[in-house]
């Protein structure tokens, strides 16, 4: 099976960056799709950013402009490039892999998922 181990949380002043990385292992990761969500506490988790298999990617309305996502398979690693950061931004972040390597957006289309990590964006 696939296993994610995420990396790069932490505390951050608002109009701050940060990255997050999502290592994969036990799998073929350049046939997948790869996602990150968050959630904050008391709410649902949501979409953030995809990239397909081949670098297609895409964004929610709420991030978009504002954060990046990226991949580099010869490391097996996603990337989520977040700036301009907001207060609302808060919450645990979480990468997930799509075995069909195709764009997704709804949680239970991704079948792998890291343990999360914490962000917080000071104001």
């Known amino acids: 099976q696939v296993q994610l181990v995420e990396s790069g949380g932490g505390l951050v002043q608002a109009g701050g960056s940060l990255r997050l990385s999502c290592a994969a292992s036990?799998?073929?990761?350049?046939?997948?799709?790869m996602g990150w969500f968050r959630q904050a506490p008391g709410k649902e988790r949501e979409f953030a950013a995809t990239?397909?298999?081949?670098?297609?990617?895409y964004y929610a309305n709420s991030v978009k402009g504002r954060f990046s996502i990226s991949r580099e398979n010869a490391k097996n690693t996603v990337y989520l490039q977040m700036n301009s950061l907001k207060p609302e931004d808060t919450a645990v972040y979480y990468c997930a892999a799509n075995l069909q390597g195709l764009i997704a957006t709804i949680p239970y289309e991704y079948e792998y998922w890291g343990q999360g990590t914490q962000v917080t964006v000071s104001s």
């Open positions: 036990g799998g073929i990761f350049s046939t997948y799709a």
């Open positions: 990239i397909s298999w081949n670098g297609d990617t």
